[in-house]
């Protein structure tokens, strides 16, 4: 009997059931055949042909996030994806599912998309007007972890400049980035 879990799609591909910021990954900016489709997304089968959380969210009502089941505290799995975040730390999304859980879990799924939809919006703005064709993995990692107010008064300030190319906008760009997450005490680069 094939995966029912795989005959739905989420309302919010871009925030994982595990908690993984999709939105933030390159590969979901991805134009072509290796364009990742987010958490049970569009074709999400055909990319990653098994994966557990979807087959538990089904049973549970096709639920948008594992932050919203009754049973997460005594979940098994992530019981183990919190052994795995701890003990093989990697790209910022992986480290944060845990914590992403956590802010479902507290105050609801529509406050925590709606602060992904506009996270995703300004990463969006980064790619299209400040992007020299090396900087999409470095926004998509100051977009996930920096807040999202510092994140929109820095791209309000640099939509004033008047920058003479996308290069001189991407350097520009990058390094206030650099320079307000290294403000903030946050890793990312």
Request: with cysteine; aromatic share 8%; hydrophobic share 30%.
């Amino acid at each position: 009997m094939a995966n029912q879990g795989f005959n739905f799609q989420k309302e919010h591909p871009g925030i994982a059931l595990c908690g993984l910021d999709c939105y933030a990954c390159p590969r979901y900016h991805t134009i072509g055949s290796s364009r990742c489709p987010g958490c049970a997304g569009k074709d999400f089968s055909e990319k990653h042909p098994s994966c557990g959380f979807i087959s538990c969210a089904f049973k549970h009502g096709r639920l948008e996030s594992c932050g919203l089941c009754p049973e997460i505290d005594t979940c098994n799995r992530i019981t183990r994806l919190k052994t795995v975040i701890k003990d093989q730390p990697g790209y910022p999304s992986y480290q944060n599912r845990i914590a992403n859980l956590i802010k479902i879990k507290g105050t609801g799924f529509e406050a925590f998309a709606d602060t992904c939809i506009h996270k995703e919006a300004l990463l969006k703005t980064l790619i299209d007007k400040y992007n020299d064709g090396r900087k999409k993995a470095f926004y998509c990692r100051a977009v996930q972890l920096l807040p999202l107010p510092d994140l929109e008064n820095l791209l309000d300030e640099n939509a004033k400049k008047g920058y003479k190319s996308v290069d001189d906008a991407a350097l520009a760009v990058s390094n206030s980035l650099k320079e307000l997450a290294n403000k903030l005490g946050i890793e990312v680069c």
